[in-house]
């Protein structure tokens, strides 16, 4: 696998909105930011200055980056209007000036040799899958996708995933597209027939665990970029540690926006997510000591 990211510094721009589309549920934008494009790769992602000048925002708000075009010099996101953050975002016309950090976060890791892959994407975590697919397609894998939501207008990607992917599996919570399920529901029989030995996802947590299992009863690898709450992007408000197994064996609190977004999904550590929260596992490097308990 190579998934080194690349030696470039991480660029902020001001860069300036070209677009602003509705796609289904969300919205699409583009953005002029070569200094961005350049060297991003899928799976990382970049972080957005909300609310202009006299904002009480004083937080960045966190996207998967959609697909770049370095000729171009463009940087697309699909967002979704969920606060008051991107409820600005989505606001903004074209020409609006837009203050970006990025790419930042791990890449997805590339297939040294051409093999199956099976790519799962929740809503709009699917964002990032279409450009994925189209390196891997490029490089000799076969490349199946699946894309499950709630409800079929919470889908992304489906038509573009047609276009772009060997073939393309839907699922829906209540069955208004596709089959009425969740995508571990057909994941079996879509790494089956596709032979495949690598799993990418961007989804929902509870997702990314469901197709980490799956792939481990196929003898798979999945790959999967969390959803952790990224306050900074940057590493420095710990907002969004989580707990993963290194290769000593250990476990490790480890930052999702510098060590990830992107991990192995059988080394993260799926036990510790409850309701929301992301609970520090007792036997993890740093773990809190009851009074009069042992520690590391």
């Known amino acids: 696998m190579s998934g080194e990211v690349p030696d470039t510094p991480v660029a902020q721009v001001a860069a300036r909105l070209l677009s602003n589309e509705p796609v289904g549920a969300y919205r699409h934008l583009v953005l002029d930011a070569a200094a961005v494009a350049a060297p991003a790769r899928p799976g990382q992602f970049v972080a957005v200055a909300v609310g202009g000048d006299d904002t009480a925002h004083l937080l960045r708000r966190c996207f998967s980056i959609h697909r770049v075009d370095p000729a171009a010099g463009t940087v697309e996101l699909v967002v979704a209007d969920a606060g008051a953050g991107t409820h600005w975002l989505v606001g903004l016309r074209p020409g609006a000036a837009v203050?970006?950090?990025?790419?930042?976060?791990?890449?997805?890791?590339?297939?040294?040799?051409?093999?199956?892959?099976?790519?799962?994407?929740?809503?709009?975590?699917?964002?990032?899958?279409?450009?994925?697919?189209?390196?891997?397609?490029?490089?000799?894998?076969?490349?199946?996708?699946?894309?499950?939501?709630?409800?079929?207008?919470?889908?992304?990607?489906?038509?573009?995933?047609?276009?772009?992917?060997?073939?393309?599996?839907?699922?829906?919570?209540?069955?208004?597209?596709?089959?009425?399920?969740?995508?571990?529901?057909?994941?079996?029989?879509?790494?089956?027939?596709?032979?495949?030995t690598t799993l990418y996802a961007c989804g929902p947590m509870a997702m990314l665990r469901s197709v980490t299992d799956v792939a481990a009863a196929h003898r798979a690898v999945a790959h999967v970029a969390v959803e952790e709450a990224m306050a900074c992007g940057i590493g420095i408000c710990m907002t969004c540690v989580m707990p993963v197994v290194q290769d000593d064996g250990q476990t490790k609190m480890v930052r999702s926006c510098l060590e990830g977004p992107v991990f192995r999904g059988d080394a993260v550590r799926w036990e510790a997510f409850a309701d929301g929260r992301c609970a520090v596992p007792a036997d993890a490097v740093g773990a809190p000591v009851a009074a009069g308990g042992g520690g590391h």
């Open 99 to 196: 203050d970006v950090v990025g790419p930042l976060g791990t890449p997805f890791p590339l297939p040294d040799e051409p093999t199956g892959c099976v790519l799962v994407g929740g809503g709009y975590g699917s964002a990032p899958l279409g450009w994925l697919a189209e390196q891997l397609r490029a490089a000799g894998s076969h490349v199946e996708l699946v894309l499950g939501a709630a409800t079929a207008d919470r889908l992304f990607g489906v038509e573009a995933g047609r276009r772009t992917a060997d073939a393309v599996s839907v699922t829906t919570d209540d069955g208004s597209a596709g089959t009425k399920g969740w995508v571990s529901d057909v994941l079996p029989e879509v790494i089956g027939r596709s032979s495949a």
